[in-house]
């Protein structure tokens, strides 16, 4: 029953993933990078990056183009093996791990993926608050040598998707996806917790002027000229 059920899943999965590709590919997209040669799409070289997009958006990202290189962290939950399954259909290679249970665990098999693979994070996941991050990106950064690509994406007309701290944006057809990436955060190697604050407070003033550049893009106005401030 087990085997039939891991099948049955699989198969939904395979059937959601192209109804969700059929869907983009009906959408217009503009995505605009501050770095052209910077894309979770594209072939970056041997340079590998932290992507980092809020929890709500996070189905854009991995439907607007087919993710290169990318892993992503994912639950040791029964359930987790859903959420793999379905990241390993969309291109993206699972690193299995808890950020509550075994977190320490978790940080180093993403440090590891970091050294031959990108790493999409959400880091306002998985409980919010909403639009917050977390200090494990940052963290991340810090002890792999990696920096962070921070990502907003919106669209013109979508569907929400209700949750208990966020809602999930789901495009409509035919409508246009806005894309906008910054040019990457370095962090300084080895940081403890404690030293990540200034570095937090950069990645959330950077996260929230893209969000606002996609948003003015999505209603067709000018995005307002807001310069990235370094950490202090």
Known sequence: MKIRSRLLNKLAIWI????FRLLFWTCRKELVGDVPDISAYESTGEKRYLYCIWHDQIVMMLFSGRPHQMSGLVSRHQDGGYVADT???????????????GGSKAMRELIDAAADLHVSITPDGPRGPRHVPKTGIVFLASHSGRGIVPVAMTCRSCWKIRGNWTDMM???PFTTIYGRGGPPIFVPPNLKREELDPYIAQLQAEMDRLEIDADCRARGETPPPIEMKAAA
Do not use: D, L
């Open 16 to 19: 959601g993933v192209r109804v």
């Open 170 to 172: 789901i495009p409509k």
């Open 87 to 101: 990241m390993q259909a969309c291109g993206i290679q699972p690193v299995r791990g808890s950020t509550k249970h």
